[in-house]
């Protein structure tokens, strides 16, 4: 076939520096432009993730944007996050506690407010900040449950403001680079798409440690964690999804496994275990300056315990979980998540009327505590199969810093002052909710057995802006003839 465009350009180059120059810069770069008046930001819920924003308006993003406020239940933390701001030079930012949240609001002034608080007091300080007259960056999840979800899309409606929610999975070069594939068309319309994510025992093991075990907080690790990727399914595909069903349990952090591993069964704490000796579970706390200072040394203020036992039986959240959606276009998704694996990563593969992408990331290699990969290119891969064609490896663009370099580039479109960005990355309440509300419902199945319609959870949430996809009823090619059989 023809590889060539009609700038005399093969399609492989084409791909590379559409992707080079597009998906990195795509969000453009801070700094070039005449400074812009600083716009000020309140962060509510200072612990380890409001630090990637925090740093980004001290640092890179200095001359745009300053922190005015922060905000935290915990008086130790907060007292901590207003020292480091502080120490970078910057102005020091005022410290309120949760309960003066309006209060902070009408004194300092924030144009935005930034909410990185667990994941179920989202939708409280959403609403409250819109109410009170600012638009709001919001970590993911959205939200964890339905009511919440639909709290949030009536608050946007009244009071006319603007909800972000970063995604910054769909700002890693290689998912954009896919998104690249997609949109133009490379393997047609998808039909279905099928999706595993593993966790390992040491990244996955951490979910069953903190808050995030409790699914009143996090809504489980189908909101809390797959929310990245339904989010990132829903936007690939550019459609809605409509159906959902699905199975979870727990099966590898339990009391059981405790004891068939050697131990007498779980205990409270790693600080306080009397087997600590035993497993090799074993988290230990004190001995990480940073989430010493960050948790240990602030325990006695809300008695939160960063170490809890991994084996505990008050352990509510599945981590064996098997989804399967429908598509408000018709595409099927067989997605499956697991928390206990050999490695870390995902591989995905889109099966669309013109061929199949298959796309594989290592995170994490096999050895618990290996050194990240991801940096190399050879823990990423894309590649593309024509129906009956040859396959074909495509080079993946490569990101640099946390989150495979999604971070970076994400933090650049909400501080830095970037052009239109033409795979819309950028994420407003619409995606949170149709990202959320899948893991909503797989939830809703764990319980019920029920197959569940999204349509069913919340009333008046419409598609977000999407980037054009291929046209599902245009012309397709015949696939060439082969010798059948
Ligand atoms: N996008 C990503 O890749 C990514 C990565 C990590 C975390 N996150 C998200 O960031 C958020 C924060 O996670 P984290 O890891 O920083 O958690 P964390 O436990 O380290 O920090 C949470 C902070 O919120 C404070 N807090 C708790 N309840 C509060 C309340 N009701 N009012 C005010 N403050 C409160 C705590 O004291 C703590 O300082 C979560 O929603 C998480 O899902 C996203």
Known sequence: MDEKNSAGIDRRTVLKTAGAAGLM???????????????????????S???MFTNAMTGKFR???????ICDKNAGRLARAVKLVTETGASQPRGYAA????RMIREAKPQFVIVTTPDASHDDYIVRALEAGCDVITEK?????????????DAVKRTGRQVRVTFNYRYSPPRTQIKELLMSGEIGDVISVDFTWLLNTVHGADYFRRWHSNKAMSGGLMVHK???HFDLVNWWLGAQPETVHAFGSRQF???ETARRMGLSGPHERCLTCPEKQKCNFYFDLASDPGLKALYLDNERYDGYYRDQCVWRPEINIEDTMNVMVRYDNGAHLNYALSAYDAWEGYHIAFNGTKGRIEHRIVESGGAAGAAKVQSGSEAVSIRVIPLRGQPRDIEPIIGKGSHGGGDDVMLTEIFGDGPADKYKRASDERAGAWSALVGVAANKCFETGQTVRIADLVAGLTPPDRAPMPDRRAPVPMPIRIKIP
């Open 25 to 47: 810069l795509a969000a453009g770069s801070a700094g070039a432009v005449a400074a812009p008046p600083r716009k000020r930001y309140a962060v509510v819920g200072v612990g």
């Open 49 to 51: 993730r409001a630090r």
């Open 63 to 69: 001359d745009t944007s300053e922190v005015v406020a």
């Open 99 to 102: 309960s003066d949240f309006e």
């Open 141 to 153: 999840p959205m939200t964890t449950t339905a009511e919440k979800a639909q709290r949030i899309i």
């Open 226 to 228: 797959s929310t990245h």
């Open 253 to 255: 952090y339990t009391p």
